[in-house]
């Protein structure tokens, strides 16, 4: 069964101290790994999206990085203002081989950055 | 770009009244759509995939008479929640699948807070 698992479920930061987040999953065949970030009482605001093991991509403070069994969310020196919930997903291929369009989501990490 | 916007962002309706959302990708085409619900400090979950001219596909659990989805264009899905009750006040969240050569991305709306009393 298809399954991503995201830790820690809460990370409390001081402003400027970096730290990572960690997303595993297990998918039969992995098309793509998705991070979003989500305010609260807000939709899920697109990040990044991973597709194959070694890619990394960067957005200001944030650097996503894949492996065949995990993602990681870097945040390097974060500012208060990247406080929110980090969302990670998988998309599979289905099993004929074709488009599989559904994301399975993980709980999420709720990042806390004080100043 | 890659914008979907909900509508309305807030509903308070009576028990036993009937809900409709609607879901918008405003500067895309999206043949397909999800609607999801999630409850507080909890993630989404996904209730049904929406495809233009088409049925929707419902997840496990979802009733299919209760939440009725139609996606009669390639740029708006509409959820109707019928007979709402309170257990169905939520927060439901669209998204809209942008595809663009091998990438499947989804955008969400803003999400609609639904509270029936």
């Known amino acids: 069964e298809d399954q991503v698992t995201q830790s820690p479920e809460a990370l409390r930061l001081q402003e400027g101290e970096s730290s990572s987040l960690n997303c595993s999953y297990t998918?039969?065949?992995?098309?793509?790994l998705f991070w979003y970030r989500q305010d609260p009482g807000k939709g899920p605001e697109f990040l990044f999206t991973?597709?194959?093991a070694g890619e990394e991509k960067e957005k200001e403070r944030l650097k996503a990085t894949l492996t065949k069994k995990e993602s990681f969310l870097h945040i390097t020196a974060p500012k208060p203002e990247d406080s929110a919930t980090y969302l990670c997903?998988?998309?599979?291929?289905?099993?004929?081989?074709?488009?599989?369009?559904?994301?399975?989501f993980g709980a999420g990490t709720r990042l806390a950055v004080h100043p | 770009g890659a914008v979907v916007s909900q509508h309305p962002s807030r509903v308070i309706c009576k028990s036993g009244t009937s809900v409709k959302i609607e879901c918008r990708s405003l500067?895309?085409?999206?043949?397909?759509m999800f609607w999801y619900r999630q409850f507080p400090k909890q993630s989404l979950m996904l209730m049904a995939t929406?495809?233009?001219?088409?049925?929707?596909?419902?997840e496990q659990g979802v009733e299919k008479d209760k939440f009725l989805i139609n996606h009669a264009s390639l740029t708006l899905s509409t959820l109707t929640v019928t007979s709402a009750h309170p257990e169905d006040s939520s927060f439901y969240i669209c998204?809209?699948?942008?595809?663009?050569?091998?990438?499947?991305?989804?955008?969400f709306g803003p999400g609609t807070r639904l509270t029936v009393t």
């Open positions: 929406s495809n233009e001219g088409s049925k929707a596909t419902y």
């Open positions: 500067d895309f085409q999206a043949t397909t």
């Open positions: 998204s809209a699948q942008h595809r663009t050569g091998y990438s499947y991305e989804q955008y």
């Open positions: 991973l597709y194959s």
């Open positions: 997903a998988v998309q599979a291929i289905g099993r004929l081989g074709g488009g599989y369009n559904k994301l399975i």
């Open positions: 998918v039969s065949g992995l098309r793509g």
